[in-house]
């Protein structure tokens, strides 16, 4: 199982950012993907993450609005689109997987998920 983030880069506030999560040695559409930062000095954050059964999402309430998290199984991918970004999303983005136990299973819990990304960092600076 394998994840690889990338799309990260220093932009200023109000910019966009895509950033994309590639899935090897696993088939995509049996895991829940999410979406994680962690900036320094702070504990990892649960930005956003897609449920594998119905694309269901859940986001973190500091990037609701702003972000949106979608998968396309054909490429093995999710992508996490960040719109007007702010200074205090400055942080290393990780993506990361698990099998769900049940239907509705889709947690912003870091803790819950076993399989991690190596990180990309975001860096928004005027």
């Known amino acids: 199982v394998q994840l690889q983030a990338s799309g990260g880069g220093s932009v200023q506030p109000g910019d966009s950012l895509r950033l994309s999560c590639e899935i090897s040695?696993?088939?995509?559409?049996?895991?829940?993907i999410g979406w994680f930062r962690q900036a320094p000095g702070k504990e990892r954050e649960g930005v956003a993450c897609i449920s594998n059964y119905d694309d269901s999402t859940v986001y973190g309430n500091s990037v609701k609005g702003r972000f949106t998290i979608s998968r396309d199984n054909a490429k093995a991918t999710v992508y996490l689109q960040m719109n007007n970004l702010k200074p205090e999303d400055t942080a290393v983005h990780y993506c990361a997987a698990d099998q769900p136990p049940a239907y509705g299973w889709y947690p912003l819990d870091s803790a819950e998920y076993d399989y991690w990304g190596q990180g990309t960092l975001v860096t928004v600076s005027s």
């Open positions: 040695g696993f088939t995509l559409q049996r895991y829940v």
